[in-house]
C-alpha cells in the first residue's frame, strides 16, 4: 500500500457525461499528478499540482481539468465523456515538485487507480 | 517534443537467466529515470533509480545504468524469477516524468 488512495475503484459511465475522480495523496506529500493508462497503453502524464496550485501540464485535453485543494486531495473532472477515454487513471504523489529544487525530483507514488468505463 | 523510448516491447526469459530493458530520451535536462513494475491491473511500484549525478546503481538483483552522453538507460535484472514477470516502465524527467512504452517481461520456469 502506498498510502496514496483514489475513489471510487471503477466507475461506469455514459458518453457525454461527466465524472469527477477523486485521489488523497500520501501524509506530508505536497505534488499530486494525474496519469492516464488507456489498455496496453503506457502512462501518459496529464497534469501536477504543487501545494494547491498547478505546476506542470501534459496532454491533458480540454475537457479535463483538475484542481488541488488546501487539505491537499486533488480532483480531476472529466466531462462530455468519449468511448476513448475509458481508461485506468491514476494519481500520484510525492514529497516535493517545486521548480526552484532543480536538483531533487522526489519519487511519485501511485495510488491504485480507478477504472473508467465509457458506454 | 519529450520523448522516452523503451525497448523491447515484449522480453521472454528462462528462470536464472538475466533481462536486460533499455531506454532513451531525448531531453537533455531530465536529470531523474525511475523504473516502474507493474502487475497486471495494479497500480505501478517504483523498483529502483537513478540520478544524474550517478551513472550506476544497483539493488539486490536490479542494477541500473545511465548514460548521460547518449542519452540512455537500462535495467539489468539477473537471475530472473517467475515474480518478476510483469510490465516494466522507464521514465525521465526534470519537472515531469515522460514514460516509456513498457516492456512486458515473462520469466518461464
Known amino acids: 500500500d502506498s498510502g496514496v488512495t483514489q475513489t471510487p475503484k471503477h466507475l461506469i459511465t455514459a458518453t457525454g457525461q461527466r465524472v469527477t475522480l477523486r485521489c488523497s495523496p500520501r501524509?506530508?506529500?505536497?505534488?499530486v499528478y494525474w496519469y492516464q493508462q488507456s489498455l496496453d497503453q503506457g502512462l501518459q502524464f496529464l497534469i501536477q499540482?504543487?501545494?494547491?496550485?498547478?505546476?506542470a501540464k501534459g496532454n491533458i485535453l480540454e475537457r479535463f481539468s483538475a484542481q488541488q485543494f488546501p487539505d491537499l486531495h486533488s480532483e480531476l473532472n472529466l466531462s462530455s465523456l468519449e468511448l476513448g477515454d475509458s481508461a485506468l487513471y491514476f494519481c500520484?504523489?510525492?514529497?516535493?515538485?517545486?521548480?526552484?529544487?532543480?536538483?531533487?525530483?522526489?519519487?511519485?507514488?501511485f495510488g491504485p487507480g480507478t477504472r473508467l468505463t465509457v458506454l | 517534443g519529450e520523448n522516452v523510448e523503451q525497448h523491447p516491447s515484449t522480453l521472454s526469459v528462462q528462470e536464472g537467466d538475466s533481462a536486460v530493458i533499455k531506454c532513451t530520451y531525448s531531453?537533455?535536462?531530465?536529470?531523474?529515470f525511475p523504473w516502474y513494475k507493474q502487475e497486471l491491473g495494479k497500480r505501478p511500484q517504483l523498483i529502483i533509480d537513478?540520478?544524474?549525478?550517478?551513472g550506476e546503481k544497483k539493488d539486490q538483483r536490479i542494477a541500473v545504468t545511465l548514460n548521460k552522453t547518449a542519452k540512455h538507460f537500462s535495467l539489468h535484472i539477473t537471475e530472473t524469477q517467475p515474480e518478476d514477470s510483469a510490465v516494466y516502465f522507464c521514465?525521465?524527467?526534470?519537472?515531469?516524468?515522460?514514460f516509456g512504452t513498457g516492456t512486458r517481461l515473462l520469466v518461464s520456469p
Open positions: 500520484a504523489s510525492s514529497v516535493g515538485g517545486s521548480l526552484t529544487r532543480l536538483s531533487s525530483y522526489n519519487e511519485q507514488f
Open positions: 501524509s506530508g506529500d505536497l505534488s
Open positions: 499540482y504543487y501545494n494547491g496550485e498547478e505546476r
Open positions: 531531453d537533455s535536462a531530465s536529470n531523474y
Open positions: 537513478i540520478r544524474s549525478n550517478v
Open positions: 521514465a525521465a524527467g526534470f519537472q515531469k516524468l515522460v
